[in-house]
């Protein structure tokens, strides 16, 4: 057995037991946080500096939070070609008055329209809709 492996008995405390500890290992663990204690006082001294980060850091904190976009669906559907053709004369509606607009902002613009109907106008604007045969129409 080599001398740094040999153990020695080590008082902590009147009270407490004797204990053995390598003598490679440090004095005691009291002796750790007292060797730390100043380490904080001296970063204690640097408050000064460390402030500046701390106001960079409450500026990022500032910035507004952004808003989750809302999950987009693609679609597609049939209309009667007279009914399509109204969609561009609205979209050309819209440029005339500085407004120019997308056709799905019309079609948006147009389900809130409806969304902001009572049942009974709902009912009355659904009326004058016919129904057409769902799917793709046939090639002419």
């Known amino acids: 057995m080599s001398p740094a492996e040999k153990t020695a008995p080590v008082k902590t405390d009147a009270t407490a037991p004797t204990t ?4 490679s290992a440090p004095a005691t663990a009291e002796a750790k ?6 380490a ?33 669906v693609r679609d597609s559907f049939t209309m009667p070609k007279n009914e399509y053709v109204v ?3 609205l ?4 440029a ?5 607009a997308k056709k799905s902002e019309l079609l948006r613009a ?8 009572d049942d009974t106008a709902l009912l009355a604007a659904l009326a004058h809709v016919p129904a057409i045969k ?3 129409p046939k090639k002419d």
């Open 40 to 72: 904080k006082s001296v970063s204690a001294a640097k408050t000064p500096k460390a402030a500046k980060p701390a106001e960079k850091a409450s500026t990022v904190v500032a910035k507004p939070v952004k808003e989750k976009k809302p999950k987009l």
């Open 134 to 136: 769902t799917g793709r």
């Open 96 to 100: 005339g008055l500085a407004r120019p």
């Open 20 to 23: 053995s500890v390598p003598l």
């Open 87 to 89: 969609i561009d004369e």
């Open 110 to 117: 147009g389900i809130k329209a409806l969304a902001a109907l």
């Open 33 to 38: 946080p007292a060797a730390k204690a100043p």
């Open 91 to 94: 979209k050309q509606r819209a």
